[in-house]
């Protein structure tokens, strides 16, 4: 589990920032989690042609 405590480091400030900015401005394209997720798991092999992914050994999808 994460530490809610944690200190983040000037760099990773500045990038977070950045890419807030960034999406803000609309600069940058977003892409739903489930069609990142169904593009992953079809380029792994891990999915059929229409995006259903093989159940794994414990039984998720």
């Known amino acids: 589990m994460a ?15 950045r890419r807030s900015a960034d999406l803000d401005a609309g600069v940058v394209i ?20 229409d995006g259903a992914s093989y159940q794994g050994a414990d039984g998720d999808r």
Do not use: M, Q, Y
């Open 3 to 17: 530490d809610d405590n944690a200190v983040l480091s000037a760099e990773w400030l500045a990038e977070v920032a």
């Open 30 to 49: 977003t892409v739903a989690w489930e069609t990142v997720r169904e593009n992953t798991l079809r380029r792994a092999g891990l999915a059929d042609a």
